[in-house]
């Protein structure tokens, strides 16, 4: 099924637990369909869960919620802006156009030489 073997051994631990759980309910003939059942269900519910955190994770940048904006960031911020703005004003504006195009867009140098 291309599970590691954490998550291998996640899944036999959760199928010994279950087996211990529910020994008196389990039919004796058939305890390799039980097992086997079992272990393939655990590891379809582990699948879902790891989707399902992804998907949240997904969902919000982890990096900006973590990340505290202080007022000392918030002024340096603002005094790189205007440092960027004054240097922009002083080069010629095809250089200047091209570090805009470079910089903010994330365009390579070839495809704005086109």
């Known amino acids: 099924m291309g599970a590691s073997?954490?998550?291998?051994?996640?899944?036999?631990?959760?199928?010994?637990?279950?087996?211990?759980?529910?020994?008196?309910?389990?039919?004796?003939?058939?305890i390799d369909g039980w097992l086997f059942r079992v272990s393939v269900n655990s590891y379809?519910?582990?699948?879902?869960?790891?989707?399902?955190?992804?998907?949240?994770?997904?969902?919000f940048n982890v990096k900006e919620l973590f990340e505290e904006v202080t007022p000392e960031k918030?002024?340096?911020?603002?005094?790189?802006?205007?440092?960027?703005?004054?240097?922009?004003?002083?080069?010629k504006p095809k250089h200047a156009e091209f570090l805009?195009?470079?910089?903010?867009t994330g365009l390579k140098i070839e495809d704005i030489a086109h």
């Open 5 to 30: 073997v954490e998550d291998a051994e996640d899944v036999i631990q959760d199928t010994a637990y279950k087996f211990l759980t529910y020994i008196d309910s389990v039919d004796i003939s058939n």
């Open 44 to 59: 379809y519910d582990l699948y879902r869960k790891r989707k399902r955190q992804s998907n949240i994770l997904m969902k």
């Open 74 to 91: 918030a002024a340096l911020q603002m005094e790189l802006k205007r440092d960027i703005h004054k240097i922009l004003e002083i080069i």
């Open 100 to 104: 805009i195009l470079k910089y903010s």
